[in-house]
């Protein structure tokens, strides 16, 4: 065996692993090679104490007695989150369905009614009405050239309309050879005649 | 060295007694486990601060957990796990290796008192010196005595893994140590 076959030994193997064979033959007349392996054997010999004698500075009873305690209160800490969890999902769940069901009751049923115009243009009395009217909800169709208007809404917006229409659209208030005019709100208006 | 640390009660006792309340046994398996987790912990980290953090809640969760520990495996083998990973998640960027394996830390009389913060260098050393693979391999074989078969059942390894950073870790260490020595040098 040559000095670098025992190098290479020494390199991977423990140490006591060459005390036997041909590795210890060759130790024991190489000088170089022995006080190598001597070298490595007593430096690893103190990392093995130098290991053992890493110590804590806590003692055991208090390390135990910290950790009952703090796992402890992690146990009642994750109740606590578990508990509100649940209540963010009860209120996100609540909040979901809340949007979901209407909350100002049931929509009014919409009816649709159309006038015939005897002096108003279509024009004229779809502006009247969206004048007295303005919910959004009512629907104003006028379609020119043809004298109709045609109002969509609830039950009391059609009886509002067919009021206005009857008020300014009569030809026994406004001629219908007379010039109508539009007023800007509907008590201003003074139909002529 | 493997097995159960404690000479009285078999682990499996203490872990019934413990899962049953009682912290009287519990503080005989803290007893028991807590210098070789500081080491792993120490050896994993490379500092002494976090080293005894990750051992403090290494028995928090092993007090909250062991309810769950099935007891199919060693008790060593669950309780390095659970240090590995509490290691890994605390763990500082290590040290350089300029200065490490010095003459400094292996100069020990070992018929003497070793002082403690030369175990810490060493450790640290190791810690910085060392893949972590190789270095876990290293402490569990070398310096705690395992078998690489005891070690690969911590480890959760195949045998032949553990024997091959085992020879790439002796490698590593062993180069340093005779590259620092001055007698070996001057031949």
Known sequence: MTCDDYLSMLETLPVQELAYGEAREHAAYCADCNRVTRVVAARERNMTLAYESAYPSASAVTVAERAIVKARRQRIAFFFRAALGLAAVVVIGLFVVSRRIPVNGPVPAMFSQRFNLQCLSPEQASELLRQEIPDRNVVIRDRPPLAVIEVGGSDEQIRIARSIIDRFDNSGVAKCAARVIVPKTVRAVKVGG | ?187
């Open chain 2, 1 to 187: 060295m493997t097995g159960f640390p404690l000479s009285g009660p078999e682990p499996f006792e203490v872990v019934a007694r413990t899962r049953d309340g009682d912290n009287r046994a519990f503080t005989a398996l803290v007893s028991a486990y807590q210098p070789r987790v500081y080491r792993w912990a120490l050896a994993l980290t490379g500092d002494q601060d976090e080293a005894e953090d990750v051992t403090q809640e290494v028995f928090v969760r092993v007090y909250r957990k062991l309810g769950g520990f099935r007891g199919d495996g060693s008790l060593d083998a669950w309780i390095y796990r659970i240090t590995r990973r509490l290691a890994f998640r605390a763990r500082r960027p290590l040290p350089r290796a300029a200065e490490m394996l010095s003459d400094d830390v292996y100069v020990t009389d070992p018929g003497g008192r070793v002082d403690r913060q030369r175990a810490f260098d060493l450790i640290r050393t190791i810690a910085a010196t060392l893949p972590v693979r190789q270095r876990e391999v290293f402490i569990l074989c070398d310096l705690e005595g395992r078998t690489p078969m005891d070690a690969a059942g911590i480890l959760g390894l195949k045998d032949v893994s553990v024997r091959a950073s085992l020879v790439k870790a002796r490698a590593t260490i062993r180069r340093r140590i005779l590259a620092t020595h001055p007698s070996y040098g001057d031949d």
